[in-house]
């Protein structure tokens, strides 16, 4: 996926919105100082610039405050030509702690395959306004359940099919096919 930025302009002069084509937060996060950032690698590198003075993420855009002493014309190019990179490297904007991370259960081998529908399938699956859930894995048959704008989506097929089995075939070679029970 290509990922473009655009901007826009905010009620606040001192703030710029860097939109991106991509889920990057389901809520937001606001990092208002560089000691808040601790946590967010994304933040963290934004705040490494001397002319940034706050961070908010939010769905598909950061929204970065400067300090008054730097201009937009000669900031904006450089901001948006890091925030490409930054979500193109799939800089994380917070790190999960032990409470935030999904409470995976099963074999390990359920874990696993749990842990890449988390990482990997669900943020797609969100951009696109549907939801996935894992429900099962029996004798090499991962079942999922498709739920929003997936939930009967002529091209939810298409999706579990070619994008989801083909990657759990990839990362987890004991995978033989992905099923929805909402198809």
């Keep these: 996926m290509t990922i473009n930025v655009y901007t826009e302009q905010t009620p606040n002069p001192a703030t710029m ?3 991106v084509n991509k889920l990057l937060i389901n809520g937001s ?3 208002a100082t560089r000691e808040s950032a601790e946590h967010s690698p994304f ?14 993420f939010a769905s598909n855009f950061v929204t970065v405050t400067k300090t008054d002493d730097a201009e ?19 800089y994380k904007i917070k790190e999960a702690t032990a409470e935030e991370m999904p409470d995976f259960e099963g074999s390990d081998l ?13 943020p797609a699956v969100e951009q696109d306004g ?8 029996e004798e090499g048959v991962v ?8 939930s009967g989506c002529p091209s939810s097929t ?15 070679p004991e995978v033989k096919e992905v099923v929805s029970n909402a198809l």
């Design 17 to 19: 919105k860097f939109m």
């Design 72 to 90: 937009w014309a000669d900031i904006e190019p450089i901001l948006k030509e890091f925030v490409k990179g930054a979500v193109e490297s799939e």
């Design 29 to 31: 996060e606001d990092f």
């Design 143 to 150: 079942t999922v359940e498709l739920r929003g704008s997936c």
């Design 130 to 137: 549907g939801a996935i859930s894992y429900k099962s894995f």
């Design 158 to 172: 298409i999706t579990l099919k070619s994008g989801i089995q083909n990657l759990l075939q990839r990362m987890v």
């Design 43 to 56: 933040a963290k590198e934004l705040f490494k610039f001397n002319f940034v003075n706050g961070v908010f």
């Design 110 to 122: 359920e874990v696993k395959i749990q842990q890449i529908l988390h990482d990997y399938v669900r």
